[in-house]
């Protein structure tokens, strides 16, 4: 039997991993559309009342939540039991960001492979869907069940001060091909894959962390490079989508991708017929903190079609989106039919979530085959 010692998880969460309920009120839905970050390396009053009070859909681990594999396991497996017994009922998405290279939460025993560029440089699809399956498969014994990778921007501005040796590469059919191998990886591990930063980061001069960077390119040269690899992903089924704090001048002129209904309607949904879910890069970022009022995320994020949104550390910020999300529906400022169409995608996800591991990791088990891919990737290294 699938029970941990001293949870309440087990039956409770096994059925409702096989058979999700719907949540039946605006706070609940609105609390499914957002993904949290939150302090501490333990379950805090504070954190459970995100789970139970704000419904939120998932959280998103940083170095500040992780002390070793062990007490990682511990603490989403306490998280995922309140999930289990509060008021919806839904499993959370436990996710992180965990690329390799300089962006890395976790440190070792997790295994540290170097960044993404080196499967370009590889060109190997067998090496790229190995990174993804040993990646994926330690992400997977702690019982996170997503990762905001691959990166899908194409790296074609090489003083580009945020991507750089995190893209796969300059060549957009390479992108897509490698990318596509890593995330079949991950999908053998059951690991929920988030490409990213829709419509393409490579070419900015700015860090969007800093400010807001604007990419004048034309638009054919966007669709032929920047959309190629999101297109060919979207054909395989990517499940996920992070946008880009973006301002892509072809298409939108004001308003970065985030809060562009031309890109992520137009393009993104009707275009490339991307039907998973959407979400936005961290709304702390510069890039939108500074030029829109936070009080207008709610709004701007559902009309350009945000799914889910994304706040990785002030938990007051995360409390402060759902109550205005949350009046901004009963209010009818926004529509009760993008927020079910929201919580809908969301469920179909979470209905493929796994079982979180019924015992904690032994992290000499990733040691042999894992540092292997990891000295692979790195021989390829420029």
């Known amino acids: 039997m699938l029970l941990y010692s001293g949870s309440i998880l087990s039956l409770q969460c096994f059925v409702g991993f096989l058979l999700l309920n719907t949540p039946t009120t ?5 609390g499914q559309m957002i993904m949290a970050g939150f302090e501490g390396t333990t379950l805090t009053p504070e954190t459970e009342e995100l789970i ?3 419904h939120v859909g998932g ?6 939540n992780y002390e070793n594999p062990e007490q990682l396991y511990t603490l989403i497996r306490d998280a995922q ?7 919806t009922g839904l ?4 996710s992180v960001d965990q690329e390799g290279g300089r962006v890395a939460r976790l440190t070792e025993p997790f295994t540290q492979y170097p960044p993404f560029c080196c499967l370009g440089n590889s060109g190997s699809e067998d090496l790229a869907r190995r990174f993804g399956q040993s990646l994926a498969a330690e992400l997977a014994d702690v019982g996170i069940n997503m990762d905001y990778a691959p990166v899908l921007d194409v790296h074609t501005n090489p003083d580009n001060p945020i991507i750089g040796d995190r893209a796969i590469g300059s060549d957009p059919e390479t992108v897509a091909k490698l990318a596509n191998a890593f995330i079949e990886g991950f999908r053998a591990k059951n690991m929920i894959p988030v490409g990213k930063h829709f419509p393409g980061h490579g070419d900015t001069h700015l860090d969007s962390h800093l400010d807001l960077p604007t990419v004048d390119r034309d638009a054919a040269t966007l669709e032929a490079v920047e959309l190629l690899p999101f297109k060919e992903t979207i054909a395989r089924g990517l499940e996920v989508i992070m946008t880009a704090h973006v301002i892509y001048t072809a298409w939108d002129k004001d308003n970065p991708a985030t809060f562009s209904k031309t890109i992520l309607q137009d393009i993104l949904r009707k275009r490339l017929g991307f039907q998973g879910i959407i979400m936005s890069d961290d709304l702390e970022m510069k890039a939108v903190e500074n030029y829109f009022p936070f009080e207008a995320f709610p709004r701007m994020g559902v009309e350009a079609g945000l799914d889910m949104f994304l706040i990785c550390n002030n938990v007051d910020k995360v409390r402060t989106l759902h109550d205005q999300l949350t009046r901004d529906v009963n209010k ?3 529509p009760t039919a993008p927020i079910q169409q929201s919580v809908e995608r969301i469920l179909h996800l979470k209905k493929n979530l796994t079982l979180p591991p019924a015992a904690p990791p032994n992290p000499g088990t990733w ?3 894992h540092s292997e891919v990891s000295r692979e ?3 390829y290294s420029l």
Request: proline content about 6%; hydrophobic content about 45%.
């Open 26 to 30: 605006i706070p609940e839905m609105t």
């Open 91 to 94: 499993p959370l998405f436990i």
């Open 81 to 87: 039991d309140v999930a289990a017994s509060s008021s």
């Open 367 to 369: 040691m042999d085959t």
């Open 377 to 379: 990737m790195g021989s």
């Open 52 to 54: 139970r009070k704000y």
């Open 332 to 334: 009818g400022t926004i």
């Open 59 to 64: 959280l998103i681990l940083f170095s500040r």
